[in-house]
């Protein structure tokens, strides 16, 4: 068997779509174990951009299948409107199916998230507003609708007369917002159900069938392992487990089939929303980086905070997922910066010196970090193909993360374009 996970190792945005999207053309399943359209995963080809949300990120290029596992919480508008978008573009997306179990995000979802959020003003959690954290919430509280629901009509209907009543409740009366009403809900999402039926199917059953036949298998991740609800910055975390043992849940499948474990970082740190960022460039090196390197979010736009790359957060995602192989991207966006700064220690606040991550959100506020400094370079790096093509400082840059991290790096991107790429060794 040949399975491949591809997981964030910094805030999001690394590139794991470009990563995806190369290492899909020879994937016979591409399987999205987590997270839902809050996810924004870019893909270049040629001159054509395309900005996915919820289909896995293989799409594209797979000539196999493509698929939303358990682990995902689906919003069905968005699901169609991305299957419409792709398809305008002549791509068939007859390869796209979605789990039987994975759990929809239904209206009172959006607006729970909208409303918390509003309500939390200067203290928001900074959430796309998808409706994603209140979906998770009922899938654990087990009052969530899942998809093999919304083809059974008399448990869709009790299911949402049960969640709107209290649902209702919390809108008339705590957030003092109109309610919503049941039968007009139960209609629209019966009729979703039927539109998508044909691709509702048991993905858990097909995923460990394809293990057993050794076919490639490429495991998708959305957010990162610094967004984890239980590793990440809580509570400026998303609601699931980006990380490589998401996959076990996410997808339903055992650790024992996972093989390459691929971690995306940036050549830089970026984060969006709110939550600590200890090497964060609030100057005009910052907004530099941020203007090169396109730094806005691919789902709502927003710019991106810049900073240094951290090799301290970087080490424990590393460790949490398991890492055995590592992608740098946009290293081309570090190109005639001059003196290029690693942070490879945290000062505490009472004078210690540590090179390892806190799991205290509030301290880390107030972490200074300590830098190595390394000489930059002025080449344009966007077209070299091969490692040897590259500035002597650009590797001298790459081999500091390796050696720090005890991991190779077997693919640098130096571009957007899923040919911009440095593949050190194959992994097919």
Not at 176 to 189: A, H
Not at 258 to 284: D, M, S
Not at 375 to 390: C, H, M, P
């Amino acid at each position: 068997m040949s399975t491949y996970v591809v997981v964030g190792l910094q805030y999001g945005d690394e590139g794991k779509g470009k990563i995806t999207d190369v290492l899909s053309a020879k994937s016979e399943y591409v399987v999205r174990f987590q997270g839902g359209d809050n996810a924004g995963h870019t893909v270049y080809v040629g001159d054509e951009k395309f900005v996915l949300h919820l289909l896995p990120s293989g799409v594209l290029q797979c000539k196999g299948k493509c698929i939303i596992a358990n682990g995902v919480v689906v919003n069905p508008k968005a699901f169609i409107k991305e299957i419409e978008t792709i398809e305008s573009k002549g791509l068939k997306t007859d390869h796209v199916f979605i789990s039987r179990r994975a759990h929809v995000i239904m209206p009172y979802h959006i607006l729970l998230d909208t409303y918390r959020e509003e309500e939390n003003g200067a203290t928001q959690i900074g959430t796309t507003k998808k409706g994603i954290g209140p979906c998770y919430e009922d899938k654990i509280a087990r009052v969530g609708i899942r998809m093999i629901d919304l083809l059974n009509p008399s448990v869709l209907r009790e299911k949402i007369e049960k969640n709107l009543k209290i649902k209702n409740s919390i809108f008339e009366k705590y957030f003092e917002k109109p309610t919503l009403d049941v039968e007009e809900i139960y209609n629209e999402f019966l009729a979703l159900g039927e539109r998508l039926k044909d691709r509702i199917v048991d993905t858990e059953l097909e995923i460990n069938e394809a293990i057993r036949d050794n076919k490639n298998i490429l495991f998708e991740g959305a957010q990162a392992l610094m967004l984890d609800i239980d590793f990440g910055t809580y509570p400026y975390v998303t609601s699931s487990s980006p990380s490589t043992g998401g996959v076990c849940t996410g997808a339903g499948v055992p650790p024992t089939a996972l093989q390459n474990l691929i971690g995306v970082a940036k050549a830089y740190t970026t984060r969006v929303g709110n939550g600590p960022f200890p090497t964060e460039l609030e100057n005009e090196l910052g907004e530099n980086i941020r203007q090169i390197g396109g730094e806005f979010g691919a789902t709502t736009g927003r710019p991106r905070r810049t900073g240094w790359l951290d090799l301290v957060s970087l080490k424990h995602a590393c460790m949490i997922n398991g890492i055995n192989n590592l992608v740098i991207t946009k290293l081309d966006v570090l190109s005639n910066i001059g003196k290029l700064k690693i942070a490879t220690h945290y000062k505490t606040e009472d004078g210690k010196i540590i090179d390892y991550f806190t799991s205290s959100t509030t301290k880390l506020y107030n972490y200074e970090p300590i830098y190595q400094e390394l000489e930059g370079w002025e080449e344009d790096i966007t077209k070299a193909r091969s490692y040897d093509e590259l500035p002597t400082n650009a590797k001298k840059y790459i081999e500091f993360i390796e050696n720090y991290l005890g991991i190779s790096v077997y693919l640098v991107s130096v571009g957007p374009e899923r040919s911009q790429n440095i593949i050190r060794k194959e992994l097919f």
